[in-house]
Nanobody, 115 residues
Framework: QVQLVESGGGLVQAGGSLRLSCAAS????????MGWYRRAPGKQRELVAR???????NYAASAKGRFTISRDNAENTVYLQMDSLKPEDTAIYYC?????????WGQGTQVTVSS
């Protein structure tokens, strides 16, 4: 079993920044990829950003140019730097660990962007 604990969410004004962290209870290098997803009110959960064990990154179109995903294998932590935040970024953000046959999820952290 893997525990993923997100932190760093909060309330921020439009144009501001937040940095989310996801701390894993075991080595993240063992996972195929780590990712950040979000669920906005009334919408389905969607991928925001993903980083593979080899360091390849991909982003949702809405996140490109504003968000940056990174990982610190030594600290077993994945980060999501979010800049130029918009009200439409308001959502619960979830950390995901993609194993070969399993996926693990954190409990989520709320991000609220005011206009």
């Amino acid at each position: 079993q893997v525990q993923l604990v997100e932190s760093g969410g909060g309330l921020v004004q439009a144009g501001g920044s937040l940095r989310l962290s996801c701390a894993a209870s075991r080595s993240i290098f063992s996972f195929n990829a780590m990712g950040w997803y979000r669920r906005a009110p009334g919408k389905q959960r969607e991928l925001v950003a993903r980083i593979t064990s080899g360091g390849s990154r991909n982003y949702a179109a809405s996140a490109k140019g504003r968000f940056t995903i990174s990982r610190d294998n030594a600290e077993n932590t994945v980060y999501l730097q979010m800049d130029s935040l918009k009200p439409e970024d308001t959502a619960i953000y979830y950390c995901n660990a993609d194993a070969v046959s399993l996926a693990y999820w954190g409990q989520g952290t709320q991000v609220t962007v005011s206009s």
